[in-house]
């Protein structure tokens, strides 16, 4: 079944650790998205994908990093966590319509 | 500067009961509206997706409306139940860029109480 994937669903962590949030999709769509959303507040684009080899950072300015080396595949990093990068993360892939991923809840202590 | 509001910003109903929620953009050009579910702690789930020439779209108990003149869009729940307590998210898309971008509304946060 065709379906985009999220690991870890929640991720509690320290100040200055590196984290690396997952994100795959079976669905074969060549343009990937990551976004930010905090509690009540719309969803903000930090990264997007065209395909593989290609990415590009969106609206919302963030230290967080994305790569593409697998068409299937568009992990985001975080170097070094901080507070203040507490939020959900959303993935979301696309053909002619966008598909969400359930979201990674990220809280840094 | 292209803008999605919704409104209200949230909303209680009784099971049982109907309720319409509203949607105003400002992106042009004019690509496409979805609305959206999302259940707390998940992901967005489309329900509707409606283009410049339609007016009104129905899913089940969901039947959406689209004036692209006034640009306002609606959403209307039909007879609610209490899983349709979530946040509905309007998205407008415009066709300005290779990339289709999306602005997303706030949403609207529905309680449906027994």
């Known amino acids: 079944e065709a379906d985009i994937y999220q690991t870890p669903r929640y991720l509690v962590i320290g100040t200055g650790k590196k984290i690396t949030l997952e994100c795959s999709q079976t669905?074969?769509?060549?343009?990937m998205y990551w976004y930010q959303q905090d509690p009540g507040m719309e969803l903000h684009l930090i990264h997007y994908?065209?395909?593989?080899?290609?990415?590009e950072k969106g609206d919302l300015s963030s230290e967080s990093t994305v790569s593409r080396i697998r068409t299937e595949h568009f992990p985001l990093t975080l170097e070094s966590a901080r507070p203040s990068h507490t939020s959900q993360y959303l993935c979301?892939?696309?053909?002619?319509?966008?598909?969400f991923g359930p979201g990674t809840r990220l809280t840094v202590l | 500067k292209n803008q999605v509001e919704q409104s209200p910003q949230s909303l209680i109903i009784l099971e049982g009961k109907n309720c319409t929620l509203q949607?105003?953009?400002?992106?042009?050009?004019?690509?496409?509206l979805r609305w959206y579910k999302q259940d707390t702690g998940r992901g967005p789930v489309s329900l509707t997706i409606?283009?410049?020439?339609?007016n009104t779209k129905s899913n089940g108990r969901y039947t959406a409306t689209l004036d692209a003149d006034t640009k306002q869009s609606s959403l209307h729940i039909t007879a609610s139940q209490l899983s349709d307590s979530a946040s509905y998210i309007c998205?407008?898309?415009?066709?300005?860029?290779?990339?289709?971008?999306?602005?997303f509304g706030r949403g609207t946060q529905l309680t449906v109480w027994p």
């Open positions: 949607c105003n953009y400002t992106v042009s050009p004019f690509s496409n």
């Open positions: 409606m283009t410049f020439s339609e």
């Open positions: 998205v407008v898309s415009d066709r300005g860029s290779t990339l289709g971008r999306l602005y």
């Open positions: 669905m074969g769509h060549d343009k």
């Open positions: 979301a892939s696309s053909s002619n319509e966008q598909f």
């Open positions: 994908s065209y395909g593989v080899n290609s990415t």
